[in-house]
């Protein structure tokens, strides 16, 4: 029976999303979907992890946020996210073989077996994965060990994502179950049918056994142990949902849901553009992702993120290290374009042979606020293909999202300019309200996912400066490409 979100009153869902530097936790109130506690802990290690530290700061924020609250006692399910690639392998025994392998895994990361991969899968990628595999992918992590360590490989009896570990853990015993998006982050799901690509699997001589169980991301997995919820101060039977990956659950929290919703721009650690899609087609450089109801969600993902905007912040130009406030302070009062100095991330999947670094007039380097902007700009030129090839005139705004806009208002700025558009910039966790809007939609809180964008309210709203817009249209970016030095081969 659907209860309707007016009669439910205050209907509360803990979230949990397990990111890639750190665990967060927030309890969010479906009648405004605001987020009115929440917690988090830093991880020392940002490519393994060991699962009992993991765990252990997993029921750290929930403890914390749970304490907070005067409605630990009316939280109506638990909501899962996180990182959608890498794995938790377990054994015949169901335990874990440690270490927890995440995304930003470089040990069992080679050019060779990446290579193999695709070579393998082939034409496949393009007919139905939707995405090439990539280190830190699922499918790429296996092949791995599948060569490279065959002792191990024969250890591994089935393997789960990182959403689905903490389920398991809440719900006292793996399910060896997870949901469409996850399963897309592991480069071997069929995203047009729905299921596994049991061809593409047995090509790369992987058993289908050890993949989990597919279900809804909004269906009820089952509830909490009782000693679980006595260890994390819940109240007993409290329903958890398979849950989501971080990318379309931050989407879905942000309001996207119909083909014509905004594209999302998202700068946090790494970098993406995202745009919900009512067909399936696969785009040159861009993934095609399994989304909520019966939808695609086109994203085109870059490494060149904050993660690269932190470490211009720790040496800046050989000085001392900067507060954020004071990079952003400076790349406002540089000129668009920063006075002819650009910044390249790196290679890309549509263009493997660019060189990263600064190029163009490299005497500003030494002006702080050149040498910012143009790292703010060039990270969004690794953007800026995807936005063209997914933004089909069909909104007049966008939207942004990650710590990076969230704090930067002249890094929103020069996004609007860039884009021509308003900005609506989040100021929550998307990831953690997306994933209550699916534990809504599994406990009939909420009757369908059109009630989800309605029920976002934006921090702020940018205005793009047109003067800004057209110099970027008519002069940087065809500037950019013409002079961005690249590797031969």
Known sequence: MVVGIEACMESYVLSIDVGTSSVKAGLVNLRTSGIEHFSAERYSDFSEYNSNTLWDKVAKVIRATVRKSKASRSILAIGITGQMHGAAFLDRDGQVIEPLINWRDIKRCESSI??????????????????????????????WIKEKDPGLFREIRHFVLFTDYVRGKLLGSSDYSTDPTNAGGTGLFDTRLNRWHTEAIEELGLPLSIFPEIHSSSEIAGVVSGGVSKSLDLGTGVPVVYGGGDNQTSMLGCGLLASGSPALINIGTAAQVSKVSSFYQKLLGIDTRPYFAHLYAWVGASLGGGGQYERLKSGLAGQKPMIYSALDMLSAEAPPGAGGLFYCTGPSRSDPHRQAGFFG???????????????????????????????????????????????SRAWAQITADFLGKPLQVTNFEDALVGAAFLAGLGTGVLGSLDECPKRIVYGSEVTPNDSNTRFYREEFVKNWQARLPRKKG
């Open 361 to 407: 007039k490299t005497e500003n380097m030494e002006n702080p606020g050149c040498r910012t902007r143009a790292v703010m700009e060039g990270i969004l030129m690794d953007l800026y293909p995807t936005y063209t090839a997914v933004e089909q005139g069909d909104s007049r705004s966008a939207i942004g999202s990650g710590k990076a806009l969230q704090a």
């Open 114 to 143: 990446v290579n193999k991969a695709n070579r393998i899968i082939g034409v496949r990628a393009e007919e139905s994965i939707g995405t090439l595999l990539s280190c830190g992918y699922t499918g790429t992590i296996l092949l």
